[in-house]
Nanobody
Framework: VQLVESGGGLVQAGKSLTLSCSAS????????SSWARQGRGKGLEWVAG???????EYADSVKGRFTISRDNAKNTMYLQMNSLKPEDSAEYLC?????????????????WGKGTLVTVSS
């Protein structure tokens, strides 16, 4: 399994970015997947998740601003981020791990991309 994120960059507060996650050896439409982020000096924070049935979950901190989606034909998952804030600055990673609102205990089947950096300037 290989997951590759793209689309990060430097953006001003209030602007938008769309992140992409392409996969090989993994099919988004047949499994849950998610986006998480890790700010400098901070722990992993789940941002959004989508189930194999298309149900979506979001962290309270991004609800109403971020939208997770996927294109089954392209086997790609997206994270549309609007109204970005400086506190959204982080490394964003995609994963085959379902959205976690509680404690995350990694398993041997968990796969993560290397991440894409988002920096939001004030």
């Amino acid at each position: 399994v290989q997951l590759v994120e793209s689309g990060g960059g430097l953006v001003q507060a209030g602007k938008s970015l769309t992140l992409s996650c392409s996969a090989s050896g993994f099919t988004f439409s047949t499994s849950a997947s998610s986006w998480a982020r890790q700010g400098r000096g901070k722990g992993l924070e789940w941002v959004a998740g989508i189930s194999k049935d298309g149900n979506k979950e979001y962290a309270d901190s991004v609800k109403g601003r971020f939208t997770i989606s996927r294109d089954n034909a392209k086997n790609t998952m997206y994270l549309q981020m609007n109204s970005l804030k400086p506190e959204d600055s982080a490394e964003y990673l995609c994963s085959n791990v379902p959205f976690h609102s509680g404690k995350y205990v990694p398993t041997k089947d968990d796969e993560w991309g290397k991440g894409t950096l988002v920096t939001v300037s004030s």
